[in-house]
């Protein structure tokens, strides 16, 4: 995409009139004057006059008048200059784009406004300025519940350019935990956004989140269900259940063909959740019923060959079939494996946990134990004194199916 023209130069005739210099702003060739009108432009566009309209007017609203938006995007890429960043913020330019993000219906204006507040931060001096303001700290934050892509992308740049601050990085913190709802918002970009650049950039703020705070970690962990800002419209439909786990997976399946680099930053995320008991424990849920359902899968390949009403095979057909059992066998040794050291970690919590959402059940733990026996006796029989505690009509059944256990425990 190609860079948006520069600003207009101070003209001559100008600089005659206040002396070499006195239009520019800093060491630079931008104009003041010029920046001013602009700014002064946004201001009329949120003015109580101008957002006081009919409903057929909202259409308009939507969109923004091609003029201003050029001009507006000058200033989003001189932003990128200190010495404009530091005339903006002496001008209350940060004021006018909250005013702005508060009151304006129309994307790419919002858009542009955290663009440029997202330039303005990476000044330390200014970052501290906008982190300390409580209001734009307030609106900034509600951003991440918009459905516009590119605001989302704005925002999200906004917010890891200020965690990556230490002197204000606690203060974002805080403010995130205290509207819990972001949470719902950042599972569903990760979980149903196709746009590989703002699942990064989202990812970038959460790794960078749970590096900052454990805790935080924590409570996203364990809340399953968040409670929305704004109270639920009677015909709204029922809002989705999130878990952190399979919403990080859902990004990085996402990103892994187009972003390698986006795809180490969710990678990093599960490393730093099995930091924890909890994300371990969370992580360990949807690997259990992803292997079991592996070994589901292998026991209806082998037995298809039996039932098949073709039985004219050749040695070619033979030799394939040994082929795709060793394969088969392969596969299947690493799935036990795997699966016996996760069910030498469960807790009761958790089984409970996986038996209440349905990861976990008779049929699967059935299906797991007929192929975990009887090579990992020990586990099973450790696994199943846990399970009596849990639920112990469950245990007591799968002692029936598989005597051997029972015999033994």
Aim: glycine share 4%.
């Amino acid at each position: 995409m190609d860079r948006n023209p520069s600003p207009p130069l101070p003209s001559p005739d100008q600089d005659e009139e206040e002396g070499a210099g006195g239009d520019c702003i800093g060491s630079t060739v931008y104009s003041k004057h010029w920046l001013f009108g602009v700014l002064s432009g946004l201001i009329q566009i949120v003015s109580p006059e101008s957002t006081k309209s009919s409903s057929d007017d909202e259409e308009q609203q939507m969109e923004l008048d091609e003029e201003m938006e050029n001009e507006i995007c000058r200033v989003w890429d001189m932003s990128m200059d200190e010495d404009v960043a530091l005339f903006l913020q002496e001008f209350n330019a940060p004021d006018i784009f909250m005013g702005v993000l508060a009151k304006s219906k129309c994307p790419r204006l919002r858009e542009i406004c955290v663009g440029i507040l997202g330039n303005m931060a990476c000044f330390q001096e200014i970052c501290v300025s906008i982190s300390s303001d409580k209001n734009l700290g307030q609106v900034l934050v509600h951003c991440l519940y918009d459905s516009d892509p590119p605001t989302l992308l704005e925002t999200s740049r906004l917010l890891l350019t200020c965690l990556s601050q230490t002197e204000v990085a606690s203060v974002w913190v805080e403010r995130i935990r205290e509207y819990p709802a972001i949470y719902d918002s950042i599972c569903f970009i990760m979980s149903s956004s196709t746009n590989v650049d703002l699942l990064v950039k989202v990812g970038e703020v959460v790794d960078k989140l749970f590096d900052l705070d454990e805790k935080l970690m924590l409570e996203w962990i364990r809340n399953g269900v968040v409670q929305p800002l704004d109270p639920p419209q009677e015909d709204s439909e029922e809002q989705p259940v999130f878990k952190i786990v399979p919403c990080v997976l859902e990004a990085a399946k996402q990103v892994r063909s187009e972003n390698p680099e986006g795809l180490d930053v969710y990678m990093h995320i599960l490393q730093l959740l099995t930091t924890v008991d909890d994300g371990i424990q969370a992580i360990d849920l949807p690997l259990i019923d992803s292997l079991i359902r592996v070994l589901q899968n292998m026991e209806h390949c082998q037995k298809k060959p039996e039932n098949s009403a073709d039985s004219n095979t050749d040695e070619t057909k033979n030799s394939d079939l040994t082929q795709d059992d060793f394969h088969l066998k392969i596969l299947k040794d690493i799935s036990c494996e795997f699966l016996s050291n996760i069910f030498q970690v469960l807790t009761k919590e958790t089984v409970a946990q996986g038996l209440k959402e349905g990861q976990l059940s008779k049929e699967k733990f059935s299906c797991a134990f007929q192929n975990l026996l009887p090579f990992y006796s020990p586990v099973i029989e450790d696994f199943l004194r846990i399970l009596h505690e849990v639920d112990k009509t469950l245990a007591d059944d799968l002692e029936k199916s598989f005597p051997s256990l029972k015999a033994q425990t």
